[in-house]
């Protein structure tokens, strides 16, 4: 199970910070995505990072956001700054076996209900 938390309002360049919860299923085993899904679009992958740490960025947040996890509490954290209003959407968590691939949604075995983020 993941639950996102963290979401909400916020004005353009300003930051928040999203975190997922993780349960039933061996954290470490996974590798941990965020995706968003903004009113009419696709679902899109934002960022991933491995079980050693190594992340990779979509380019439109490069430089702006940041994936973490703290692997002893089985969560992972998306730190939002700088946000503009193209980043309003619902964000995701989701888990899966490899970065290979990382932006496809099939990659991933676990998700979360997702979390709305809005900037004004």
């Known amino acids: 199970q993941l639950v996102e938390s963290g979401g909400g309002s916020a004005q353009a360049g300003g930051s928040l910070r999203l975190s997922c919860a993780a349960s039933?299923?061996?954290?470490?085993?996974?590798?941990m995505g965020w995706f968003r899904q903004a009113p009419g679009k696709e679902r899109e992958g934002v960022a991933v990072i491995d079980s050693d740490g190594l992340a990779k960025y979509a380019d439109s947040v490069k430089g702006r956001f940041t994936i973490s996890q703290d692997n002893a509490k089985n969560t992972l954290y998306l730190q939002m700054n700088s946000l503009k209003p193209e980043d309003t959407a619902m964000y995701y968590c989701?888990?899966?076996?490899?970065?290979?691939?990382?932006?496809?949604?099939?990659?991933?075995?676990?998700w979360g209900q997702g979390t709305q983020v809005t900037v004004s």
């Open positions: 039933g299923y061996t954290y470490s085993s996974y590798c």
């Open positions: 989701a888990a899966g076996p490899s970065t290979v691939a990382w932006k496809q949604r099939p990659n991933y075995r676990y």
